[in-house]
C-alpha cells in the first residue's frame, strides 16, 4: 500500500515488521537501527500536518478562483503520467491539449525534502511568516 502514514504508527500497521526488514504490508523500511528509511512513506506529525495546511490552502484558493469565474484548466503532466488517466469526468471535460490556450501544467520531479520544504514556504508566505523555522527543525503550524 503507498501513501504517506504517521511515523508514530509504524508498529500498528505493521506489528511484525524488524529492523532491517522491508513490510509486505505498506511502503515501509526499516533501516538496521530500526528507524524507517527516508523514502519511505513514514513522515512525522508535523509533515502531516503541513501536508493538511498545505492542502486546505490550495483548496480555498481554487474554490476562490471558481467563484471569480476563472477556473483554469491545467490539468498536471509528469512524463507519460497525468492527471486525466483515471479522471470520471473525461467524456465530459473540455480540455483537449491541442487547443492553443489548454496547457498541461508540467510537474517537476522533487525529492521529498524540497517538496515539503516548497509547501511549508508557501504556508509561510501566505501567512506573512518568516521562514527560518521550517521544515528543517519542525513545522509549526
Ligand atoms: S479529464 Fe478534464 S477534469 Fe479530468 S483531470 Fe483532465 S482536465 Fe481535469
Redesign the pocket.
Same mark, same amino acid.
Given at each position: 500500500m503507498d501513501g504517506l502514514f504517521s511515523e508514530d504508527t509504524i508498529h500498528i500497521l505493521d506489528g511484525k515488521l524488524a529492523a532491517g526488514q522491508e513490510s509486505l504490508l505498506v511502503n515501509l523500511s526499516l533501516k538496521k537501527d530500526g528507524n524507517p528509511v527516508a523514502r519511505c512513506g513514514a513522515v512525522s506529525v508535523d509533515r502531516l500536518h503541513l501536508l493538511a495546511d498545505y492542502t486546505r490552502i490550495s483548496l480555498a484558493e481554487i474554490g476562490s478562483q471558481v467563484l471569480q469565474g476563472q477556473p483554469e484548466?491545467a490539468?498536471f503532466r509528469r512524463g507519460n503520467s497525468?492527471? %486525466?488517466t483515471y %479522471?470520471e =469526468?473525461?467524456p465530459i471535460?473540455a =480540455?483537449d491539449s491541442s487547443l492553443p490556450d489548454n496547457n498541461w501544467r508540467r510537474l517537476e520531479r522533487a525529492f521529498r525534502e524540497q517538496a515539503f520544504n516548497a509547501m511549508a514556504d508557501r504556508i509561510y508566505r501566505k501567512q506573512g511568516r518568516k521562514q527560518e523555522t521550517r521544515v528543517r527543525i519542525g513545522y509549526s503550524a
Open positions: 484548466i490539468p497525468t492527471a %486525466c %479522471c =469526468f473525461k471535460c =480540455f
